[in-house]
């Protein structure tokens, strides 16, 4: 799958497409069917199947701290669209600049002029443009006049899927985890690289590979008993997510005690899938409770995984 990072990357190759534009945040499986049938429609017309999506997304720009929690970050998303097969990545930094584009010059100076768009899928709902001025009728007149087709996301759903995003996210804060399984058609994960941590939990023989969320608000916080996957291979442990206030953190991160595993982490990559919430996240008095709780919650997580094949 071609990676195109912003839109000064374009070039005269990527003109000719069948495109479509969203968040796809989690990537569920109601985006999976659009994806599906996207491919489909390219094939038809020999043309790659493309998909824009920005970064960072819209409301994480506008809204900040008050964005919707995120299900999975830019890392993800390419690896699962290039597991699906979509042939090519658009990825547009959204900033106050970004946002400005009005609409007429986001479709004919970005999807007719730079990409060349054959067929477009989007969402009914979708709102584009300076001032959000932009929708759906507006391309569908457009695309009239410039000769691409336009089709409403929900035409390439499941007939009976009602899958969305938020309904993810609300199971998730629930710890609906095998609901939101279901929807996502794969395990909740969170992944990314191992950072060196404060190493106070190697001291009380709880050592933890610690992952940073970065500006990811992530959807579940508390701690879990959970399954890490290290180069392909499985194993149980508890985790944390959350800002440590025992401790006094200040960062947003995840950290994991995998059980029964003494190699060095420190750069590798991680995924952590959550298999069940233990508790909320707390603030303990000093040490030595927090570390009296952590043996409390690593032997119910041992106890939640001991029946659960890796």
Known sequence: MELVRGLHNLREKHRGCVLTIGKFDGVHKGHRAVLLNLIEKAKERSLPATVMIFEPQPEEVFAKENAPARLSRFRDKYEMFKELGIDRLVCVRF?????????????????????????????????????????????????????????????????????????????????????AKEMLGREYTISGRVNHGDKKGRTIGFPTANVLLKRCKSPVNGVFAVKVTIAERSYFGV???????????????????????????YGEYIEVAFLMKIRNEQKFKDFAELHRQIEIDAAKAREITSNIKG
Do not use: W
């Open 95 to 179: 900033n106050p600049s970004f946002s400005q584009m009005s609409a007429d010059e986001f479709i004919h100076d970005l999807l007719v002029r730079a990409l060349g768009v054959s067929f477009l899928v989007v969402g009914d709902d979708f709102r584009f443009g300076c001032k959000r001025k932009g929708d759906f009728s507006l391309l569908k007149q457009v695309g009239q006049n410039e000769g691409f087709d336009v089709v409403s996301t929900a035409s390439f759903r499941l007939s009976d899927c009602r899958i969305s995003s938020t309904e993810v996210r609300n199971a998730l804060s629930a710890s609906e985890f095998a609901r």
């Open 239 to 265: 985790a944390n997510v959350g800002h440590r206030p025992t401790v006094n953190g200040i960062r947003s991160q995840l950290e994991v005690h995998i059980f029964d595993y003494n190699a060095d982490l």
